[in-house]
C-alpha cells in the first residue's frame, strides 16, 4: 500500500488480545498506525536506540536567565531543522550542572508534549545549546541524522511515533520506551547521505540568508539610537496637530526622531511606495490564496498563504496582492509584523486580510529592501506613534506611507535589494529541500527510487556533475514523486544550485 493510500481515513481495525501491546488507546491501533509499522517491518530496519551514541533521554527543567546559553524549546523544532532564531537563554551555573540538555551539532530533538505540535522532530545544526524538558534529545552515530530526523517527519514516521502518544487532549505526552523502540529503514550510507545533504544544503541557506539580513541591519542608520531618550515623567507639547490629540503622540521622544531624521534629508515613504486597495475577484476560483497575520514568519519577515474556499470567504479578505507586495500589520506594529510575499501564485486569487496595509514598490529588489528597513526600530517608533491604543496598538492603514525613511543611494537600494531577496528566496528553497528530503525517504520506502539510484546522484554531485540531482528533484512534487500533472516542488531548480553556489561562496568567504 502507497503513502498516499496511507493518507485515508481509516476507521476499523480489529486486533487480537495477543497483539496488545503496551499501549491500550484507540489510537495505539488506529489501521494507519498498523500499516505503516509493517510496511517498515518489511524492510532492513533498526531501533532508534539502536542507532544512537548514547541514551534517548528528554531534558532537564531549565534555570532561565537573561543572557548565556541559547536554549531550544518545542517552537524551534519545525520543518527538519531546529531554528535557532530564540532571545531565550539558560543560567551558566545550571548549564554546568545539566550536560544531558545539552545539544550539539548533529543532535535530534523530538517534542514529546503538546497539543498539535507533539512529536515533530528537527536536527540541530548550530553550534551549541541547551534543550528543556519538553524535548527528547537523540544522539545518533551509526546512521545519517539528518536522513534518520527527515524519515521521523514522513507521514509514515509520524504514524510510528503516534503510536506511543498517551494522555488527556488537555495534555498529551510520548513515551520515551516508546521512542526509543521506533523501527527506522535503514538504507545504505550513501542513500542516506544524498537525503541528509539535502537537509545540511537547506541549513546552508538558511543560515547564509540569516547573515545577510543581519549584515543588512546592520548597514541601515538607526537613527534612534542617536537620540537622547526623554526621562521625565511630564512633557509640553509645542505644536498641535488637528488630527491627533492624544498626548502619546507628542512624547519628546517621537519629536526627536522626527527631527533629527528630517535633519537628515527623511522623506515620506509614499514617495517610494504606494498603497494598494484593490479588490479581488471572487468569481475567478472556487479557492484563493489566503494571506493572515498569523501567516507571518517574524524571524524571516515571510508571510505564506492558506488556501481558502471562496464561498463563505472571511470578511476581512478583502486585498488582492501579488508577489513582492510588503504587508505591514495594522495591529500590534510593535512586534513588527512586517510580511513580504515571496512567491507568485499564478493559478490562483492572491488575497490579504484587511488587517494588513498593502504597499508595492517599483521592483522586488527595491521591495526588499524596503520590507527590510520597515522591520527596523526607527520605522516600528513611527509606526508606533501613530497606534490609536493601549493594550492594543492599532494604526490606520495609511499610516505607513507617512512615516519617513532616509534617502539611501540608487545603488545601495539596489545592491543590498537584490541580496535581500536572494535571501527571501533562500528561506523559499531551504524549506523545499526540507521537504525534498521527506518525498526522498518515501520513494525509498516505496521503492519509486532505489539506493543503487540515489548513489549514483549522490557520487555525480560529488563529481561535480548535478545532471542526476536534477533529474530526480525535477520529479519531486508537494503529492509524491512522478506524479503526473503534479505541480513540481522546485519551479526553478537552476536557480536553486544559483543560491546554494552564493551560499557556498559566501561561507568560504567567512
Known sequence: MAVDDLRENFHINKITPSELEDFLTAQTYR?????????ISDLPNKTLQQLCASKIQQGSTPVYASKGPICLKSKQVSEIVVSD???TCVDDEWAKKNSKSRVSTGDVLLTRQGTGTIGRAGIYLGAGAYTNDSLFKISIDKADSAYVCA???TFIGHRLIEKGVYGSTGQLNLSVEHVKRLPVPVFDQQSQKYIGDKVRKAEQLRAWAKSVQQQAAELLPAYIREIQRYEAKSYRAKDIVPERLDSLFYH???IALERKMKAKGCNRLGLVAKQIKDSWNKKKAETFEYYEIGG???????????????????SRAKTKVQQGDVLVSTVRPNRK????????VTDSEMVATSGFSVLRFS???QAAFYHSWLRTDDAT???MRWNSGSAYPAIDDDVPLNIIVPEFEQEFVDSWGQKLLDAQFAYVYARKLTEAAKNLVETLIEGQLTEQQLNQAHQALDDGDNSLDQAILSKLSSEGYGIDGATPLFSDIDELYRLLESATQAEAEE
Do not use: R
Open 337 to 344: 509584523n512586517v510580511g513580504f510575499i515571496v512567491d507568485s
Open 85 to 87: 532564531f530564540t532571545d
Open 151 to 153: 524519515f521521523l517527519s
Open 31 to 39: 489501521p494507519d498506525i498498523t500499516i505503516s509499522y509493517q510496511k
Open 296 to 314: 507571518l514568519d517574524i524571524t524571516t519577515g515571510q508571510v505564506s498563504s492558506t488556501k481558502t474556499q471562496t464561498v463563505g470567504a472571511p
Open 381 to 383: 517608533t513611527q509606526l
Open 252 to 254: 519628546p521622544d517621537y
Open 363 to 365: 521592483s522586488l529588489a
